[in-house]
Each structure stands twice: as structure tokens, then as C-alpha cells.
């Protein structure tokens, strides 16, 4: 049974930093491309970043580049997703996921739709 769950969200002022985990099991990291969603009150979940299972590939919606920084660590089955200089407008419930393996899928997905694990979701609150 594949479980993720994530940690590190949290409360901080505009232009601060956190970092976000997300600890995999039931699964082979070395197996599974990663990504990160959130979801602000009333609006729809959207893409934040997506990393390969090799980490070598990486994809970012155009608000959160040169911010955020999604990476891995296969030996410890953990994705993470470090944020900086953050909004008001990232403020949400962050989620990461994990898509089924498909043969030829180099890049990570963006499209939530392609995701069939999901953890919890942890709670990020950017204050002005």
C-alpha cells in the first residue's frame, strides 16, 4: 500500500522560507516520478513542481520558478520542496504525489489527473 506524508508546512511572513518533506512508503522510489500540488481555499488544486525518479528532470509552474526548488533523496524515499521568498499568494495546503509507473514516462507529469497517490496535505500560511 503506497503512503506518502508530508511535513514541514507551517506559518511564515512574506519573503521567509520553509521546507516542505515528503516521506514515501509501500513503494520503490527509484521506481516513481514525484510531484508537488496545492490547493488555496476555493480555488482548484493546481501544479507546483514535478521532479523524475532520476531527479535529473524537473518541472515548475511559471509562478513558483526561481522560488521553489523540488528535489530527492531516493535512499531515504523523501521528496522535498524547498520554498523561498514566499507570497501571500502561496498560501494553501501543499500535497505531494506520486504517479504509477508507465514504461516511457521520462518527464514527471504536471497534470494532477496523472497522479494516483496522494498524501494528507500540509498547510502553508504566508502572512503580509
Known amino acids: 500500500q503506497v503512503q506518502l506524508a508530508e511535513s514541514g508546512g507551517g506559518v511564515v511572513q512574506a519573503g521567509g522560507s520553509l521546507r516542505l518533506s515528503c516521506v514515501a512508503s509501500g513503494l520503490t522510489p527509484s521506481s516513481y516520478h514525484m510531484g508537488w500540488f496545492r490547493q488555496a481555499p476555493g480555488k482548484e488544486r493546481e501544479f507546483v513542481a514535478a521532479i523524475s525518479v532520476s531527479g535529473i528532470n524537473t518541472a515548475y509552474q511559471d509562478s513558483v520558478k526561481g522560488r521553489f526548488t523540488i528535489s530527492r533523496d531516493n535512499t531515504k524515499s523523501t521528496a522535498y520542496l524547498q520554498m523561498t521568498n514566499l507570497k501571500p499568494a502561496d498560501t494553501a495546503v501543499y500535497y505531494c504525489?506520486?504517479?504509477?509507473?508507465?514504461?516511457?514516462?521520462?518527464?514527471?507529469?504536471?497534470?494532477?489527473?496523472?497522479?494516483?497517490?496522494w498524501g494528507q496535505g500540509t498547510q502553508v500560511t504566508v502572512s503580509s
Open positions: 504525489a506520486a504517479p504509477k509507473p508507465r514504461s516511457g514516462m521520462v518527464m514527471p507529469p504536471t497534470e494532477s489527473g496523472e497522479y494516483a497517490y
